[in-house]
């Protein structure tokens, strides 16, 4: 058994195989799949109070686990650093993806944003102890293929004026491999201490509103449910699974099995009739399924 087989142990998880761990971090990826269908049946609620409703209530969902658990709360004692690290990564990524969404087409700020699996396959061969073998590029790479083929047609070309949208998603990319690659180097942090980064989330998304927006309460119970259901899940338990993942799990398979979330996404919408199936939907389930396995070669087919 080799250092990346045996059990880990952070904090407020207590000790994890890898495996364990790779897979709790798969449960995010399945809950950011509903977040498209989710957000449409919020209704018209603006972007940065959406953010902010639902990262209060993600943060909340991250105390109540404290719940027993007193020495819980020095979680928060973190370094500035790690502060930065946290709600730069969970705030800063989604204030930029907004921006992108304002000024540029959804598909081509999509697909640029959907950068940021390959780069955290490629930013992991920077991580001590991590070997980048060419079977995680490869299963990268034929995810990102699948994820433009998924796009296109999709496309409406841009004007000029969408430059910055375009700009502001393909750093978004960065700013969000750039935070699950670093929560790896941060393993020492307890994943109690997300629940902090979503309030702070929160209080940011808050001012950004006050500031750029104006309010727009959800209308009906069924609205109310579904803000409620992405704080608990996408914007919530997604966030604790997905820091266990990096900081316990096999990072490069996590990158490259995050292709999979426009894939799920576009099949829940087709299931909810907001999208049509199509035969490069079918195509990029290929790709994108192919991939993920090609890439988690090693953990699908390593001996008991």
Avoid at 2 to 19: A, F, L
Avoid at 160 to 183: E, K, N, Q, R
Wanted: hydrophobic residues 55%; glycine residues 12%.
């Amino acid at each position: 058994m080799d250092d990346r087989d045996k059990p880990g142990h952070d904090g407020n998880i207590g000790p994890m195989t890898p495996r364990t761990a790779t897979l709790i971090g798969l449960t995010a990826i399945l809950m950011w799949s509903l977040l498209s269908v989710m957000t449409v049946a919020t209704g018209k609620i603006p972007a940065f109070q959406l953010a902010a409703m639902t990262f209060a209530i993600g943060g909340v969902v991250g105390l109540l686990t404290w719940i027993g658990r007193s020495e819980a709360a020095r979680s928060l004692r973190q370094p500035l650093a790690v502060w930065i690290v946290g709600v730069g990564g969970l705030f800063g990524y989604h204030a930029l993806y907004f921006l992108a969404l304002r000024f540029a087409p959804p598909a081509e700020a999509g697909l640029l944003n959907y950068l940021w699996p390959l780069l955290i396959v490629l930013f992991s061969s920077f991580l001590p102890g991590e070997r980048l073998a060419a079977h995680h590029i490869i299963g990268a790479v034929l995810g990102l293929v699948g994820t433009v083929l998924l796009f296109a047609g999709n496309t409406s070309g841009f004007a000029p004026g969408a430059v910055p949208g375009l700009i502001a998603a393909f750093i978004a990319a960065f700013v969000w491999a750039t935070y699950s690659v670093l929560s790896r180097r941060l393993k020492a942090v307890p994943t109690d201490a997300v629940a902090g980064f979503c309030l702070a989330t929160a209080i940011l998304a808050a001012l950004m509103h006050g500031l750029l927006e104006t309010t727009v309460w959800p209308e009906t119970t069924a609205q109310w449910l579904s803000v409620i259901a992405l704080g608990i899940g996408p914007v919530g338990a997604a966030f604790y699974a997905w820091d266990i993942g990096m900081k316990r799990g096999d990072i490069r398979v996590l990158g490259a099995a995050s292709y999979a979330t426009p894939l799920l996404s576009t099949g829940f919408l087709i299931a909810a009739g907001f999208a049509k199936a199509s035969a490069n939907i079918a195509l990029a389930a290929i790709l994108i399924a192919g991939g993920g396995l090609i890439a988690a070669k090693d953990m699908v087919l390593r001996k008991r």
